[in-house]
């Protein structure tokens, strides 16, 4: 059984403070695609991303902006509205994170 706070348990938070809510991002790569993905911890996943150690698809074109972020909930949530996210065309991602500006 995994334990809070342990990794790989999908959960952060301890004992004295509530568990971190589950987001789905979009980056921006150097390259002008877009990346999309998970995390209950936005900050640290971003530097991730620009440190290279976050994902083989951003690692070779860092760096990486956040353009885009939406709390969902739970992981499942957020897994399932990333799913979505995937499937949108350039234009229509290009469009949702425009109208965060």
Known sequence: MLEE???GSGRTGDAAGPEKPWM??????SDGSFYTGVTN??????QQHNEGTASRYTR???PVTL?????C???SQALIRECSLRL?????KEELVNRGR
């Open 73 to 75: 909930g739970s992981r």
């Open 24 to 29: 789905v991002y979009i980056m921006e790569c």
């Open 67 to 71: 353009r885009y972020q939406e709390i």
């Open 60 to 62: 070779s074109r860092r």
């Open 41 to 46: 911890d936005l900050e640290r996943r971003e």
């Open 88 to 92: 949108l065309s350039r234009k229509q």
């Open 5 to 7: 706070g342990r990794p």
